[in-house]
């Protein structure tokens, strides 16, 4: 995304109020940042810092992931299973699993997983049922 600085027409020394407008905003991610000349201080003189707001009109929210398993991998030597699922960063998960599509029982197969990137993992141990069943639940 280009750089837009907020100071088009020189330095502010009035007030610390900026605005950027963005005619034609391509789609994608944009990077706000906030910096400063020199050093702040307060009304005593003393090196300080300034709050600050930031305010964003017309964008518009993603719609959030639903987790869904995307890829299993099983692992004989160790007896264990790696699931792999989309989630949107910061929400939680849980595994559960069952024995057969024709029970209603699922059970917790883990505990509360937090997605800390959009592609999440968790290796599981595998049972000595012939078959089992697996699906990701959003918690939060």
Known sequence: MPFLRADLGGDNSVDNIEQV?????????YTVQ????????ND???????NASIMLSGNIAQSPIQPKITQITAYAATNTIALKWACDVGRVCRVQSINSLSATNWQFA???LSATKTNTAFVLPTTSLT???YRIVQVR
């Open 21 to 29: 407008y963005v005619a034609n905003p391509a789609s994608g991610t």
């Open 34 to 41: 906030v910096t400063h000349k020199g050093t702040l201080v």
């Open 44 to 50: 005593q003189g003393q090196t300080s810092f300034q």
């Open 110 to 112: 883990t505990g509360e």
């Open 131 to 133: 078959n089992q069943f």
